[in-house]
């Protein structure tokens, strides 16, 4: 089993920055891949950005492109999303989550969740 545990959220301004950091623990060491998702209120989860663990490789959504950054420690188990420029839109419950798929790709494919950190973008 593993457990992932996000945190950094809160309310930020228009244009402002956020870093969101997602600590795995447990049995960890089959990690392929560690992506974030958001849902924002009465809309689907969507893909926002994912990170190989095998080679560092990095996917975006279209809409978070060259604002955020998705980085990882793989020493700490540790994944994080620094997003700059923040926008209204950007309001949801931002999630973690980890893949142990033999073929990881980026945008499904995930095993373990974690439980959420709230993101408020005001304007």
């Known amino acids: 089993q593993v457990q992932l545990a996000e945190s950094g959220g809160g309310l930020v301004q228009a244009g402002g920055s956020l870093r969101l950091s997602c600590a795995a623990s447990?049995?960890?060491?089959?990690?392929?891949?560690m992506g974030w998702f958001r849902q924002a209120l009465g809309k689907e989860r969507e893909f926002v950005a994912a990170?190989?663990?095998?080679?560092?490789?990095?996917d975006y959504a279209d809409s978070v492109k060259g604002r955020f950054t998705i980085s990882r420690d793989s020493a700490k188990n540790t994944v994080y999303l620094q997003m700059n420029s923040l926008r209204p839109e950007d309001t949801a419950v931002y999630s973690c989550?980890?893949?142990?798929?033999?073929?990881?790709?980026?945008?499904?494919?995930?095993?373990?969740w974690g439980q959420g950190t709230q993101v408020t973008v005001s304007s």
């Open positions: 989550a980890s893949s142990f798929r033999v073929l990881y790709y980026y945008r499904e494919g995930y095993d373990y």
């Open positions: 990170i190989s663990w095998t080679n560092g490789g990095t």
């Open positions: 447990g049995r960890t060491v089959r990690t392929s891949g």
